[in-house]
């Protein structure tokens, strides 16, 4: 099956730009997935890149993709205090039709 | 506006109870999934239904069962076998697009389970 991989933790200042980092294992993954959580709340979709392409842009977010070595990243611009959250990658398990989801990147904004 | 619906948002359980969580979806989603997230710690999949009357075993299936009676319905049962239930519970569904790969999944608001 698919594993995800995340760092823990990442702290900026409020201003400067967030760069999240996620690795997979299955190279057959077609759709790859951003989702943030506040606390206490559920999941919401971000944004999502297809495997053929290298970059997404979507206002202050920016995901990069690099297949090669399966390697995904979430660049947010201008960050704001309302971008603290957990942001997971999640990845197809193409075996069973379900997402695998990495354990989360805690991005904590100083002011 | 169309969504997924969990409830309660808290449960409480005591000892040798079964407690029922729901999850409602008017999204007209063929599939359904039930995860387990633990302080700190990503997502685990319990069960999932790719279509009605038909559910299958995730990566933690042990001490939960489930049903998948209706579309829109995807109850899950925590029982007294699960021994360390304390933890919150996400539902998810998504459209089934095995051919273009792309489903992603849309989550409820989740239910916060402790044990009194």
């Known amino acids: 099956g698919e594993d995800v991989e995340q760092s823990l933790f990442l702290s900026v200042r409020e201003g400067d730009s967030s760069v999240i980092n996620c690795t997979y294992t299955d190279s057959s993954s077609t759709y790859l997935y951003w989702y943030k959580q506040e606390p206490g709340a559920g999941l919401q979709l971000l944004t999502y890149i297809f495997s053929n392409m290298d970059m997404k842009q979507d206002q202050r977010l920016t995901v990069l993709l690099n297949k090669k070595d399966k390697h995904l990243s979430l660049r947010i611009a201008d960050t704001q205090t309302g971008d603290s959250a957990i942001y997971f990658c999640?990845?197809?398990?193409?075996?069973?039709?379900?997402?695998?989801f990495g354990s989360g990147t805690r991005l904590q904004v100083q002011p | 506006d169309g969504g997924i619906t969990q409830s309660p948002k808290y449960l409480f359980r005591k000892e040798g109870q079964n407690v029922t969580l729901s999850c409602e979806q008017n999204l007209n989603h063929d599939a359904m999934y039930w995860y387990r997230q633990d302080p700190g710690q990503g997502l685990r999949l319990i069960y999932y239904s790719q279509i009605v009357n038909d559910f299958q075993k995730g990566d933690i299936a042990e001490g939960y069962s489930v049903s998948r009676e209706k579309k829109e319905s995807f109850p899950l049962t925590v029982t007294s076998a699960q021994k360390n239930p304390t933890a919150f519970y996400l539902c998810?569904?998504?459209?089934?697009?095995?051919?273009?790969?792309?489903?992603?999944?849309?989550f409820g608001d989740g239910t916060r389970l402790s044990i009194l």
């Open positions: 999640a990845a197809p398990d193409t075996g069973r039709r379900a997402l695998t």
């Open positions: 998810a569904s998504s459209i089934d697009r095995p051919r273009t790969g792309n489903q992603p999944q849309h």
